[in-house]
């Protein structure tokens, strides 16, 4: 017997092979990179990184540096030893700045409440079958993003209207874009329309369902089409350049283009000096710079968040 359990073969389960570790695949099917190269890809996002926030923090800092080191360091600060604000008080304390800023707020204000009253409705109606001149106003609407008028002949509108000289001339001929009408109205065609079917047998009007079904449902797209006419009124300073004579009407944008771009020098009946002590003109710049990107940038956080959405929802998709 001991011959024969010593032959026999153990009856125990032999244990199962240990499973080999497989990645997990992507979205698309693929296996993620190996170590090296997500190692590369970190390295080359930190320097990509490095060089964007490099001169946005010199800028920042030399519009922050004593006279001193502005001048010790050649006109351009990476690492302030001290914060002066001598250069931020005297541009926003009053002056051809301050009435800058103010006259860039108004047109972002007024001109994107415009642009996007108008973009809304104009794509509503073309959203909606039956609409009145519907295909007409949607191949000239198709026209216009295909083909955009020169500078003479959009100066010679403006001049014919008499609104030279006027900050309507700054509004006014880039309310619409015709991209922006057809994303809105991309988006307001994939709202169900047997929701808007319901609204008009309860007895709704047009204007009705455009205001409390249409716009609440879309506040994710027209988010990021405010932003993108909020940014085109703020940044926009050839309009102003073109149209305006008057320097005193200028927005932020044109005086940036004046004395920094242009390196033209301020003097302090332009500016709200304090203790009689004048800034050095690398600090003004660069104050004037930080300016007027500072609002942009404290809004879009807020509106970050819905650019997938709101741009992907809209779009025309495969």
Known sequence: MNDIASTTPSMQPKAA????????????GTPPPSVPVRILKAIALTVACALVIFPFLGVISTSISSPQAVVKAGGFVIFPDSINLDAYRAILNGGVISRAVWVS??????????????????AYSLSRKGSLFQRPILFLV??????????????LVVKGLGMLDSYW????????????VIIVRS???GIPSELIESARIDGASEWRIFTRIVLPLSKASLAVIGLFYAV?????????????????????????????VDSSSLSSSQLSIIDGAFPPQQSLQMAILVVSVVPILVVYPFLQRHFAKGVLTGAVKG
């Open 232 to 260: 085109g009124y703020w940044n926009s300073f050839f309009n102003a350049l073109l149209y305006l004579n008057d320097s005193a009407k200028w927005p932020m944008q044109l005086v940036l283009r004046s004395y920094v």
């Open 17 to 28: 092979p240990r499973p080999r570790r497989r990645h997990r695949p992507t979205a698309l």
């Open 187 to 189: 988006f307001f065609m």
């Open 142 to 155: 198709l026209g216009a993003l295909l083909f955009t008028p020169g500078m003479i002949p959009s100066y």
């Open 105 to 122: 707020i108004g047109i972002t204000v007024a001109g994107t409440t415009i642009s996007l009253a108008v973009t809304t409705t104009l």
């Open 169 to 180: 001339a700054l509004i006014l001929p880039t309310a619409v874009s015709a991209f922006n």
